[in-house]
């Protein structure tokens, strides 16, 4: 989502205090010096004084392009910003968004909502549960290659032996 | 080299045993594995996590901690649960079990006959530890009268030998000999003496011997016909005998303090032939009292190999009280005032290793000691205290009316010693752990105050002295100025020391065997400095052996007097007896040690040495049965001598 664009001896006192990743793909492009700007895309000129300035903007960026699913319960109907739900689960055919104490009904198939999350950092674990890597707690892990994801809100979710390999590909482990 | 030896000996013994460990040990590799995996996996989701969630925020170190200790926590219960069950610490776990019936005793003989009959190894090495040539025992009691057979209450004198007792009226050249009494020793076998107390109006006797039946005299090789003998005199015109105590064992020591007189025995135990048979008993004029179970005490982790009885005689009321010790045979026995100590080696066998075929028990060697004392005129345990390492027989254990200062050898490294000093209850008041001597072994100690001083085995340099003023920063010093220190010392006034040990002298036949005494100032304790010595040629006067080097037993020294009096014993000569004679020395800071007096008569054998009493201005000397008097101011004719057979 970012690209740090830093003369080298600023580079690593910036980049820690900011956790940039080194992204292939960006929109936006942080720099000190106006030199180096990229006119393809939205460029953000900053002095290294306002750094602790720039994270909050970049918290705001981040959190401004969430995506919105739409959930359905005994209540009613609700627009739900996708990073407070934990996992998606299917059960009885239906497609179950669970947050952190409800759980609403999605009208989409999971592999639907998969394409939608794709960068929002949501993983599939298995056939049946697609989750929030943000709202994992702990990694557990079980025999038979397998991983059980305890999420933040208890639950356990398994990771199953089809999906473990890319899982710890994303994970980088 | 040892313990890698017994590695080999259990994997050779053990194959069930070392597969199962092997197998143990995959797993324990395989669940560390998982731990670290688990940990890791973690700690890169909380990474991530932390790139997309909150970009400004660094990983939450607090949070991998967490996961950390909830990983690892259950492998540091297990090692803890293993390092508590195979390395108990031998300072808080210590035992004193009172019995409660035979089978206790059974079970306990059981239980460590095996272990100790196994302890091959352990035992040799401690025993290496007390082997030399110099001290013995050079047990120090201050302010204790010693333990022997010759003594005096001011009118008379009291001479106990194999036939008898015999009391002798000082000064009276014409009828010296104002009693024998030979009864009721005539009737025991092989009579030997060995103490003599005397308390207001009684005259009380020690000695061991068997008793002169038939029956007895089937088995007399057996130790456990041995019998000691406590007769009580009463000191009257005609010294009437009042009452005879017999306890079955050899009599170790005895200790009189007030009117309660503690003496203790020691007998072997015979399992096998029933534990009726080696229960100590006390006959007291003619009634047997059994010792009952609850009396006897076991301490754990010694070796159960005999009962030490401590028997109490009240010598107002006469009355007896007597409690048993099931321990070993190599209990040093300390009085102080009231109280009696038991200082023995205790094994502490680490159980968890009991499950492996081994040819000897895997243990550690702690000294125990054990006090008894008289509460309440009534003699009773008190308390065990457990401390590290084994206490050296020739090591000094000092008991002052405040305190018990011993040193201890650290059995796993042969040279490192502690100090501890404990209060009479045997709390610790100081411990001193680790002291290196340049690699050498503690030989002897004797304390001065807040200062002690030790003697190694190595033949140069061998004095140490410890100032331990301020306990927070104890100093140990190798004194150089003195290449061989003293094997014995005896505080001569408070800046003043006198030592003794065995030295080779030239003569004009080569160099002969003979004693060294030294005078030493300490006023400066950090550096003493011989000021006076003397050299004593034992060949010279044809005699060739000397205890005094070795305890302080035969070693009189009088400050009021200015005398040192030594005893000399010989070696068996042509006609199979045994010279003796004794040494008496002047004792000036001026001039040092001048030779007074040189005595010497026949004597079919070696008498405990101490048979030298000052008293009135006058010396008394019996050589077995003649006593020979001298004023304090010549000692080369006595003013008169007889013989008291």
Redesign the interface.
Known sequence: MFKLKVPKKQRDKIRDKLKVPNAIEYDYVLTTDKDLIETDKINIVFDEDNVDKIGRIMDLLVKGEDVYITGYNEVGQKNIESRYIHYFIIEDDDVIAVLNKVRFVVKMKLYEVESLLEDKYFIRVSKYALVNINRIDYIKPALNSKLILLMKNGDEVEVNRHYYKSFKETLNI | MDTFLIFLEFLLNNALIVTVMTLATFLTFYLIH?AY??L???Y??RR???????????PNQKRIAV?SLRVFAPVVIVFLILQVTLMPSPEYDYHMTQLDSAQDIESIHEYYHQKFSMQISLRSAAQEVGSTTLAEDSIQISAEPMMDTLKSDGEFIYYLHENGLTVITPEDSTNPVNHKITEPFIDILDFSPKALYVEGSNIVVIGTGSQNNVSMLEDLDDDNDINTYIVIFEKNETFTLENTYIVNGEFLDAHKHDANLLVTTEHSIIVDEGLDYSLPEVENNGLVHKTVYSDIYYIEGTKPEVFISILQIDLDNKTTNQKVIYSDSENRILFSEGDIFFVSESLLFYEATEMFIMSEPIARVRTAITKFSIDNGELSYDITKLINGTSLDNVSIDVTLNEIRLITIDHSSNTKHHLYVLDLYLETKHVIYDLDFNGAKVIASTYFGPHVYFITDQVENNLYVMDYTDINTPTLTNVSTIKQFSSVVAQYDESHLIGIKYTSINSNNGPVDGLRISLYDVTNPLEPVEIFFETVALSDFGYNLSDVPKTQKPFILSVEHNKLILSINTGENTSGNIQEAVLVFDVSYNSGFTVSSIESVQAPIVYDANRVIILDNHLYIIFYDDVHVFTLENFINPIYQFNIE
């Open positions: 998982r995996k688990e890791r996996i973690n890169k989701l991530f996590q932390n790139h997309l969630r909150n970009l400004t925020t660094k996961i």
